[in-house]
């Protein structure tokens, strides 16, 4: 089956600064690649997400960036805020038939004011 | 909006006990998910189901079963609740190719 793999665990950024989070996944069929934050105590929230006939997507301060070839996508905020401080999980779906997403383990923001 | 709503924020159950944890979502989604979220694993896939009866096991299934009646509740069972099941349970519905949207979560505990 499909194994995402994400990078950092955890990561402090100073407000202002960028940050970026990194997930590789093993399946090459794989061809849907959403992210989700998690603030503390709520539900897993989508806030953006990739298929793999696009190679970038931004939406204001976020954008994802896909490699197909090399198997890997990144997070990359911009301007952090204070509320950006979250966990956020990448996915990726193989072309299975209820499209299950399998989850990278997580990466605990921390943007200091 | 879609909702997806989890019957119980916190539970807490005794070892042995069967636990039964309720997932109902509004939108009409064909998928439906539970996933079990633990420190440093992130979201592990337990069960989900594509169709009414239908069901297929994630990663961990495990000690667990589920039951998809109706289209639109998906029930998580521990036949035998024991104390390594003491976990955050994440239920989520999705539509074909789109993202999930997920429950609040059943912080579960057991003692």
């Known amino acids: 089956g499909e194994n995402v793999e994400q990078h950092p665990s955890t990561l402090s950024v100073q407000e202002g600064d960028s940050a970026v989070i990194k997930c590789t996944y093993s399946d090459s069929a794989s061809n849907y690649f959403p992210w989700y934050k998690q603030e503390l105590g709520k539900r897993p929230q989508l806030i953006i997400d990739?298929?793999?006939?696009?190679g970038e997507k931004k939406d204001q301060r976020i954008a994802v960036t896909l490699n197909k070839t090399a198997k890997h996508f990144s997070l990359h905020i911009t301007e952090t805020q204070p509320e950006d401080s979250a966990v956020y999980f990448c996915a990726a779906s193989t072309r299975t038939g209820a499209n299950n997403l399998f989850f990278g383990t997580g990466t605990r923001l921390t943007v200091i004011p | 909006d879609v909702k997806v709503t989890q019957s119980s924020r916190y539970l807490v159950k005794r070892t042995g006990e069967k636990v039964f944890l309720e997932c109902v979502q509004d939108?009409?989604?064909?998928?439906m998910f539970w996933y079990r979220q633990d420190p440093g694993l992130g979201l592990r896939l337990i069960y989900f189901?594509?169709?009414?009866?239908?069901?297929e096991k994630g990663d961990i299934p495990e000690g667990y079963s589920v039951s998809r009646e109706k289209k639109e509740r998906f029930s998580l069972i521990l036949e035998s609740a024991s104390t390594n099941q003491t976990s955050m349970y994440l239920c989520a519905s999705s539509f074909r190719l789109y993202g999930y949207t997920f429950g609040s979560g059943t912080r579960l505990t057991v003692v």
């Open positions: 939108m009409d989604h064909e998928n």
């Open positions: 189901s594509y169709d009414v009866k239908m069901k």
């Open positions: 990739i298929r793999s006939n696009v």
